[in-house]
DNA sequence: TTAGTTTATGAAAACGTTATCGTGAATAAG
DNA sequence: CTTATTCACGATAACGTTTTCATAAACTAA
């Protein structure tokens, strides 16, 4: 492989005017670039990558944490993401942290070996405590998931307001009886559950333990939390899905059950993913802005980056939230 | 930020000492050992990966090529290949190419400058004479798309048997007049279409022109095909989509026209995603072992990056298809 | 003219590692 | 008691860039 050595040698002239060149540096003229330009084709030269970075102190390279790609919510994000950080010239490293502590901790290492300049969570498994330290590695930002504690900036939604509006739709189409499933692990669950009691709190319903279920987002879930609501004696008629996912998946074993939707049971999810529209009946759902919350926070991100702040000062920038009517309700 | 002369200075040792430890090299006394870790940790001392993938000529990451994270085939596919690449220490680099010819050179181009050691195509937009040459840079594998001139290894489907086993399934239920979707840009799509057009020919059936769609994957494009084949006077009776996607697409198009499936229209599916269950009635669909090509993939890689073989002999793994019979059809 | 800028280049010093080589000391082999 | 070998370490030279710094030439202003 070509090192810019030998291009220097070819064209005659010294490294420091290649590198001149590549970098788009001014003072060299037109006649030795076009040297440059014409040994560099000649002998195939494309600049290390590695070098540069150790020299440049930079990489302009950006993880971002994601529990999994599987879950199509992330795939959009990270949609979102990509749009603004390729206008910047910045590369994504995308690492899925499976829900892991270890692996999201081996992933915050990246920022501690300098293989990328920023890190985005998008949702966080261990405790601020425990991440508090890497943010002198360089900035840190959260999008989607939060936490109350953290000083770093925030790209969220209004969940309380959000699954306020979600159950406030299922009580006023005339239930009483709602049951409600989500994670409630992180702070975007617990804001979540907190919307949804205070709905129904608000229209003096109860909130019943037994129909309560914190399983993890996925179709699978859905269908195993539909079975035990069959199986019970005091049924609600309803069901807060914590995500489209899950509703989707109560959706499908409710009418393998035979079950009609929603006059049997009505289901309301969560972010509004392809599927939401494809079962059948389509699925009620609320509206998460994904692509824009990528964006939002991409920006954030080239904004510290520019002005070199290792950002801990707290900014949170909230995204509307919007309720979708479909058949499922 | 502390850097290994730091280390060494404050253990009383040299940067060679220290770096043998970081590198588990032998020939080290267990005192020594103790000091250099004492001393890393007291200095929160992590190597700069930029230093050593210089060094050492190497940086242990893949790339991998994908057109889209939203589509959920290339998420199943990358997860198994992430489960090797770990195993192997090796990090992936996530590229999507959105089937833009140009941004797909522009990620051949980490191999050039050093950023990855070996790429993955999964799906590829170029001719194999403009990537041709990327070859001396670093090992190429297949997965999943291919290309019959291209010298690398491939790991694939019989994407001919494949679609010849669905078309039969349409065929043996009774249809005579069956309409294809599918791309037939890559090698792949057009294998699929040979495979269909066997099934076809073998039981003297009609391929018609009118009846032949070549949009791409996705639930929209499902939805376009299915008014447009409402709107023929002449209607096939059954559809063989060239994925899952469009598979649910024309499912969810028809039901709301009134259609029911499979009586006015038979559908099957390509790949076996969650979403082919989802649908009412489920998508018949032909499975593809998508994890295990993952896998197979990343292994390939791993031997190849182990004995320095910018492979250029061509070997093609093949994978078993499979049939899944539900209620589409 | 002369002094002061701007322009254009190269030499050499970083950036932070690891690999090679050399050199003793300790151990083993005869 | 030599003579090989193995072991344990440090100096130093890479790895391939970019960024000073120095210098000379070419303009500009008086």
Known sequence: MATIEDVAKLAGLSRATVSRVINNHPY????????????????EYY??????????????????????????FFPFL?????MVAVENGLQLLICQTHHNKEKELSFLNLLQTKQVDGLIFTSIENDWETI?????????????????ESPVPVVRLDQVKGSYKGARHLIEK???????????KGELGADRLKGFKTAMEEFKLDVREEWMFRDSPSIECGKKILREITSMENRPTAVFAGSDEIGVGIIKEAK???????????????DDLPIAELVEPPLTTIRQPI??????????????????????EKQVYELPIQLIIRESV
């Open 47 to 72: 600049p290390n990558s590695s070098a540069q970075r150790l020299r440049k102190q930079r990489t302009d390279a950006i993880a971002v944490l994601v529990p999994s790609l599987t879950n199509p």
């Open 291 to 312: 692509k824009d919350m990528g964006k939002k926070t991409m920006e954030i991100m080239t904004s510290m980056l520019a002005k070199q702040s290792t950002n801990n």
């Open 256 to 270: 393998s059950l035979g079950l009609r939707i929603p006059e049997d049971i009505a289901v309301i999810g969560f």
């Open 132 to 148: 508090a330290s890497y943010q002198e590695c360089g900035p840190i930002i959260m999008c989607n998931e939060y936490k109350s």
């Open 28 to 43: 060299v003229t037109e006649k030795k670039k076009q040297l440059v330009y014409q040994a560099m084709k000649e002998l």
């Open 78 to 82: 990270i949609e979102g993401l990509e």
């Open 174 to 184: 005339g239930h009483k009886k709602v049951a409600y499933c989500g994670g409630t």
